[in-house]
């Protein structure tokens, strides 16, 4: 059978009419036949004597998302293709409507401004978010954009990333027309005339000075590692100066730099691996989709769970033992609605609907109807699994069983059930209605049907679900300790907090570990550390953090663990503190000495890849993007560096391989032992990327 053609062309009347047909979002596809499709197209209308219009549309949802990435990856010539196709729109005799629809974005708003009439059907939406990926546009949109719209609002566009709506793109002068389907063809050929606006192209756009001045001034505030947006600016300021060959030139060069880049590798990596996650083939299917939940515990979590469940529009049963407690959850959550009202992202009249969606109670008997029940209550073992039971006598049996746990074991949970395969983990991170990750836990005895229906719900609500075995920690937390605990002994060896937070926040972590832990709460990881001595004897922490709970210094929360908080959120160096670690250092008898900053770094990753190379051999993760994912999601990873195990690669196996074993005959060489995952792809020459499918 023959592919279906991706571009088709038909004839109506005056008009021909070039369709893109590439679902499932149109991309200007180079390998696929898309671009040579309407070049074609082009040319064909150019010739043919009848032909008075060449109108451009996508057929299915949008009018096109842009290029696809695969075709250049690593070949940035390649982008030519698409440069001659938006030349040949732009330099045609005949007059080239693009009829919009749907997205267009990238670089199918660049196709569309290099037509000659501009037409979209409201709802649309035009936007430039080349930026996300590390990348400009790269086919002529920081030259066309400010030369149409003007310098201001094409530096909005193109720096912010975020799409305009048609009726805005109206106003901005970005399209001709607001009108769809044969109204908007209909408006094209009776708009002939427009022919002309092409030699608009060959002068520079209109100077401002003030709007470059003021978007530098607040790149330079903000902390992005090699950021493309500095880039966007030097080609709008090129395309107020030069003329059009020369702007082109000047950015195809920018754009070929930013194509190789670290970042833009590391953000496309990001945004595949996101895309990617959720798609694990799990095997089984979700039954029915989740039509009742019930939440149990309305504390932080259970009320942030709620807030996010009917922020999707999901009805929702808070269940809490204590009329206080849940009288707190349910004004947690009015709360977190009221802060949306206050941002304009909500309406009076929704807020009530959404706080209407939950309905409080006391007994769990509430649960009986559920189709699916979180659990959300203390982190202990015998709470939950007594909750268990009664919950496995109250819900349906076809009903679902999930935990919130961080830490505790999913199948000594699930074993207090009669259906084991019907108990999953749901680990929610906190603040659970802004948080978008979610680790769906697999114990030993769920179902894929159950793992299924877990996932699909964790997509409904807008979040992303990343799979992981069932182990202490799962995999965030599994990775997180390992990071933490080099942290720690970094402190006791010679650094403070403020320098190990410095080092790490100035290599891309959104937050140092000190302040991390002072934000999520010290007590968190104290009882949690007196439970692993007992469980866990051969591994040795730091007792800096116990000290601190000692003092009753718990973070934020207490406006006072590593750093002081006077307005409850600035971190305020305490020398109290700095004090407090050299004495313990002094106690233990180590010898404080200079730390370097690359020393901070290189151990604090090293104990986070070396960690998830274990979770990978273990099983635990089923690809190394899953961690990625984890940790871009959930820790403040830097996005522009990939993730963990992506990083990894960049730095390569064999010096870290080499590091763990120098690291190794030094202090608490142990947490450096072999680690014979990454031992096995150093002997063949091979990367986590590869593992990654
Ligand atoms: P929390 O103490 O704020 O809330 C727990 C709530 O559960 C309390 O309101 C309590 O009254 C209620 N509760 C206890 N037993 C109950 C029962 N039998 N029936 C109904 N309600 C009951 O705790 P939290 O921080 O919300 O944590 C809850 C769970 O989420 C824990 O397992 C924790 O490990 C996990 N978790 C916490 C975080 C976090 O950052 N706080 C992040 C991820 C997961």
């Known amino acids: 059978m023959l592919a279906p053609t991706p571009v088709t062309i038909e004839k109506r009347g005056l008009v021909l009419l070039v369709t893109i047909a590439n679902p499932p979002v149109n991309a200007l596809s180079i390998g696929g036949g898309v671009v040579a499709g309407i070049i074609d197209a082009v040319n064909m209308g150019e ?19 842009g290029a696809d990435i695969r075709d250049f990856e690593n070949a940035p010539e390649e982008v030519d293709r698409l440069r001659e196709l938006f030349s040949a729109i732009s330099a045609s005799r005949k007059p080239v409507a693009a009829i919009l629809h749907g997205n267009v974005l990238g670089g199918g708003l660049e196709l569309a401004l290099a037509a000659h009439v501009r037409v979209a059907a409201p709802g649309s939406l035009l936007g430039m978010p080349e930026v996300n990926l590390g990348l400009l546009p790269g086919g002529g949109g920081t030259q066309r954009l400010p030369r149409l719209i003007g310098v201001e609002p094409a530096l909005d566009m193109m720096i912010g990333g975020m799409p305009v709506p048609a009726e805005r793109a109206l106003e901005l002068g970005l399209i001709d027309a607001l009108l769809e389907n044969e109204e908007a063809l209909e408006w094209a050929v009776a708009r002939l005339d427009m022919r002309g606006k092409g030699d608009g192209e060959s002068r520079p756009a209109a100077a401002d000075e003030a709007a470059i001045k003021a978007w530098r001034a607040q790149i330079a505030r903000r902390r992005t590692l090699g950021s493309a947006r500095e880039d966007v600016i030097d080609c709008v300021e090129a395309a107020t100066t030069l003329d059009m060959e020369a702007g082109l030139a000047f950015e195809r ?18 945004f595949f691996a996101e895309r990617k996650v959720g798609r694990l083939p799990v095997g089984g299917q979700a039954l029915r989709p989740v039509a009742s939940l019930a939440v149990v515990g309305a504390g932080t979590m259970g009320s942030g769970i709620a807030a996010a469940l009917v922020a999707a529009g999901l009805s929702v049963t808070l269940v809490e033992a204590q009329d206080a407690a849940l009288a707190a959850g349910i004004s947690r959550i009015a709360a977190a609605i009221d802060r949306d009202v206050a941002k304009g992202r909500l309406t009076l009249d929704q807020a009530a609907a959404r706080k209407a969606l939950v309905t409080p109670a006391t007994g769990l008997d509430a649960c009986g109807t559920a189709d699916l029940v979180i659990e959300a209550v203390f982190e202990d073992l015998e709470v939950k699994r007594s909750l268990f039971a009664d919950l496995d006598r109250i819900a349906a049996p076809s009903a679902i069983l999930a935990t919130n746990t961080s830490t505790l074991d999913v199948d000594a949970i699930a074993q207090a059930t009669g259906r084991p395969d019907r108990v999953a983990g749901l680990h929610f991170f906190s603040p659970a209605n802004v948080m978008r990750l979610v680790e769906v836990v697999r114990g030993g005895a769920t179902s894929d049907e159950t793992l299924a229906a877990s996932l699909a719900l964790v997509r409904r609500i807008g979040k992303i679900g990343v799979i992981a075995g069932n182990c202490d920690g799962f995999i965030g937390n599994r990775i997180f300790e390992e990071y933490l605990r080099q942290a720690y002994w970094l402190l006791e060896e010679g650094a403070l907090p403020a320098q190990v937070d410095a080092a790490l926040e100035r290599w891309g972590m959104a937050m140092g570990p000190c302040r991390t832990m002072d934000l999520a709460g010290q007590d968190i990881g104290w009882s949690i550390r007196k439970r692993r001595a007992i469980t866990q004897p051969d591994r040795p922490y730091s007792k800096i953090p116990d000290l601190l709970c000692d003092m009753g210094r718990f973070g934020q929360k207490t406006g ?22 050299v004495k313990h250092s002094g106690e233990i008898g180590v010898a404080r000495r200079a730390i370097a900053d690359e020393e901070i770094i290189e151990r604090c990753l090293f104990a986070m890849i070396g960690e998830g190379a ?28 990939g993730g963990p195990m992506f990083h990894a690669d960049r730095i390569g196996l064999a010096h870290i391989m080499s590091g763990m ?3 190794k005959g030094e202090r608490e060489g142990w947490a450096w032992a072999d680690n014979p995952f990454i031992q096995t792809l150093v002997a063949r020459g091979d990367t986590f990327s590869a593992l990654n499918g």
């Open 253 to 270: 060069e920018r754009f070929s730099r930013l194509l190789l880049s670290d970042a833009s590798r590391g953000l496309r990596h990001a």
């Open 614 to 641: 274990k979770i990978l051999a273990e099983g635990i993760a089923a690809r190394p993007l899953d961690i990625d994912v984890i940790y871009l999601n959930g820790y403040g990873f830097p996005a522009e560096r």
């Open 560 to 581: 006072a663990g590593y750093y002081l908080y006077p307005d409850g959120r600035t971190a305020q160096v305490d020398p109290a503190i700095d004090a407090m670690i």
């Open 47 to 65: 010739g043919d004597p009848s032909v008075a219009v060449i109108a451009i549309r996508g057929s299915g949802r949008d009018f096109s998302c």
């Open 661 to 663: 074993a120098r690291m």
